[in-house]
């Protein structure tokens, strides 16, 4: 049987990335430049940008990538309603996707991210990328008993159609916990897709 290459498991998987943003215009571009040359034609990046007043929105069109769509907020949406959002959008845009990336914008991706994230991945199990700090400390990612924290995560498409969407009633925080108790509780496991990429700075808005 002839193994595969990192570079088979992009073949054929649709995936919707889902990022928000707010104010942080260099590091969503730098996120941006490190995660489209990783992504097919036929992938999609769902950008909510809530309410920024820093060029995000005109730097992002900028870019002239057809893959690309941004979904204006009010500034009032935060990061779980923004996730939420974006997912909307996705799912408004096409159905037929094969996974949902969560990834957040401050994250600076390895050249093979979505590679690793796509190895991992059974259909049946969300798959967690771990990112490291300057010291190369894993700071975010899986977590013991089964939960994560959303800064790289994908979601295939019928955990999707067992969970649905991150719920929207949190703000910056405890959704993709919340996420992950949900999956747990229906028996849908966690697998980690060991380490992706370099955290950014997190900062929470108040």
Same mark, same amino acid.
């Given at each position: ?49 809530? /309410? $920024?007043?820093? !060029? ?10 057809? &893959?690309?769509?941004? =979904?204006? @907020? %009010? ?70 008993? /089964? $939960?994560?924290? !959303? ?10 159609? &067992?969970?649905?969407? =991150?719920? @929207? %009633? ?37």
């Amino acid at each position: 049987m002839k193994e595969k290459t990192a570079d088979s498991f992009l073949t054929g998987y649709k995936i919707a990335v889902l990022i928000a943003c707010h104010n942080r215009q260099s590091a969503t571009l730098n996120c941006l430049a490190q995660l489209l040359p990783q992504l097919n034609d036929d992938d999609g990046v769902f950008i909510v940008d809530d /309410g $920024s007043v820093d !060029g995000t929105a005109e730097a992002i069109r900028g870019l002239h990538d057809s &893959r690309s769509h941004i =979904i204006p @907020g %009010d500034g009032t949406l935060f990061w779980a309603k923004g996730m939420r959002k974006a997912w909307e959008a996705a799912i408004a845009e096409r159905q037929d996707w094969d996974g949902y990336l969560w990834l957040n914008d401050e994250t600076e991706l390895r050249a093979d991210a979505i590679a690793k994230m796509l190895a991992a991945k059974d259909g049946q199990k969300i798959v967690v990328g771990d990112l490291v700090n300057a010291k190369g400390e894993i700071v975010y990612g899986t977590r013991p008993g /089964g $939960s994560f924290t !959303g800064n790289c995560v994908l979601v295939p498409q019928k955990v999707y159609e &067992r969970l649905g969407m =991150i719920c @929207g %009633d949190y703000s910056h925080a405890w959704a993709d916990s919340d996420y992950a108790m949900q999956a747990k509780r229906v028996g849908i496991g966690v697998v980690s897709a060991g380490v992706v990429g370099r955290a950014g700075i997190q900062t929470v808005r108040v």
